[in-house]
């Protein structure tokens, strides 16, 4: 059992003096280092979150009326988001000894609200992974069983949450790297609305899909998170300028909504029978709240994954070509000309995994092959899009499994690169079509009490809704 489960309760214990942010840095430090061997941490700002923790026990006695929305919270930070002055490395040699010279906005917004930063955490390289198993620093480990896989990419996120090293966690998703690991650890993932919250200082992998999430123990943590991180920025021309509403008031459900489910999603030959069982009995219990439960056809889903795989590696062929062992992190220095520099800092800097997406995003945006694939690519993600718009005219929310299986083992898929690439079937909907989506943890498994998580999408900038809904079920 966590110390703490959500933030409303722990700052009203730190307001009614019970404790103090000194106090809990100790303790989550503590808990980071029993839980060392899951391997959570790239790194840990243990000095940095002691001081910063003092200063605040400090500004509460003598400016209680300053105290940020925020007060005391301990975050972690996926080792993907920028914290000036701090390393991050993407999990990669690449950008090995590269120190952050800005901080994120979204983490910005959190340090004025007095976050303490406790570290920042491992992760698949590059964000490019659902295992946490394509890291430099080697795999991260489920805290309620180390011989499996936490999920990825947010891997070290989600574990930093669940072994209670910290309240809550950023991560990024760019498929489902922050709301499958959520499912794999029992956890609240949320990934807003594309452009909800300003992807500056967040290091790239798919720029058209990537959205900075939070990993949380509930709801209420995770819409007040995104409530201060979301809205306009001048750094960032994606970030959405539509008005942040306030998501964490999480307003009763008052009326009967309109929930879909695909069939084909609960249909999905390798979705196990447990999770089906599951998923059922969670849509079945919405009908009897009176909400309207009906199944919708989509046939497009054979498809999310091929289209996720052409977009994804495209953005990232190009978004990665930046790291050329000139201006960034590592550089093999035995060479002697440029061309050689490039090779070879390349070609020992990035893993096996991101050297193939690489090869495959140049591959299909070649001269030859850019309609037969890339073109075809957006024209379907564009199909897919209508039809989530047309679904959403008839509909307030969706429900989906978040994933086929419970956590798997640690190796079980890692040489099976298109069995982890369909494992993302039911999480890379919403980025391919840019809606919000959250997982909620609703069951544990047979099989070692493993967590089972469920999802809930909603329209573009529905997040109100989507916390609201998510809130009243959880
Ligand atoms: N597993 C997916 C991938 O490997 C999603 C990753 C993510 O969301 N960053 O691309």
């Not at 910063?52 to 996926?78: C, H, T, Y």
């Not at 996120?157 to 209670?164: E, I, K, L, N, P």
Request: proline share 4%; net charge negative; aromatic share 10%.
């Amino acid at each position: 059992m966590p110390l703490y489960s959500s933030y409303k309760i722990l700052r009203q214990d730190i307001l009614d003096k019970k404790t103090s942010c000194s106090q809990l840095v100790a303790h989550y430090l503590r808990q980071a280092k029993e839980n060392e061997h899951l391997n959570i941490y790239v790194e840990i700002f243990a000095d940095e979150a002691i001081k910063k923790a003092k200063a605040l026990d400090e500004k509460l006695k003598s400016n209680p009326e300053q105290i940020g929305r925020l007060f005391g919270m301990v975050i972690s930070i996926k080792d993907v988001i920028c914290y000036k002055d701090h390393q991050v490395s993407a999990a990669s040699k690449i950008l090995e000894n590269f120190t952050s010279l800005y901080t994120s906005t979204a983490l910005q917004r959190l340090l004025d609200e007095d976050v303490i930063v406790i570290g920042r955490t491992n992760c698949d390289q590059f964000a490019m992974g659902s295992s946490n198993e394509n890291s430099i620093y080697g795999p991260t480990r489920n805290y309620d069983d180390p011989t499996r896989v936490p999920g990825g990419s947010s891997g070290g996120a989600a574990v930093s949450v669940q072994a209670d090293t910290c309240l809550a966690a950023l991560g990024s998703d760019t498929g489902g790297s922050v709301r499958q690991p959520a499912a794999f650890c029992g956890l609240v993932g949320m990934k807003p609305t594309y452009g909800r919250i300003s992807r500056y200082g967040l290091i790239a992998y798919a720029s058209s899909f990537d959205q900075i999430g939070t990993l949380t123990h509930c709801v209420y943590d995770a819409a007040l998170l995104v409530e201060l991180m979301a809205g306009e920025d001048k750094f960032d021309a994606t970030a959405s300028s539509v008005k942040v509403e306030h998501y964490s008031q999480l307003e009763p459900i008052n009326k009967p909504l309109r929930i879909g489910y695909f069939k084909s999603a609960l249909e999905y030959p390798s979705l196990s029978q447990e999770i089906k069982d599951k998923t059922l009995h969670f849509i079945q219990a919405q009908e009897q709240a009176g909400h309207t439960v009906e199944s919708i056809e989509f046939p497009l889903l054979e498809y999310v994954i091929p289209t996720y795989y052409v977009l994804t590696t495209a953005e990232a062929s190009s978004n990665l070509s930046r790291f050329d062992g000139v201006r960034f992190g590592f550089r093999d220095a035995s060479v002697k000309s440029l061309d050689d520099l490039y090779r070879k800092s390349r070609t020992d800097g990035f893993s096996e995994e991101v050297k193939k997406r690489i090869m495959l995003g140049t591959f299909v945006l070649s001269a030859d092959y850019y309609d037969a694939y890339y073109t075809k690519a957006q024209k379907v993600r564009q199909l897919i899009k209508k039809r989530m718009n047309h679904i959403f005219e008839h509909f307030d929310l969706i429900i989906m499994p978040t994933t086929a299986s419970i956590a798997w083992e640690i190796g079980h898929a890692k040489d099976d690169p298109m069995a982890m690439y369909l494992s993302d079937i039911f999480t890379v909907l919403p980025n391919l079509s840019g809606i919000p989506a959250i997982n909620l943890p609703i069951d544990k498994s047979g099989i070692n009490g493993l967590a089972i998580g469920m999802q809930v999408f909603s329209n573009i900038n529905e997040e109100n809704l989507l916390f609201s809904f998510s809130n009243h079920v959880t």
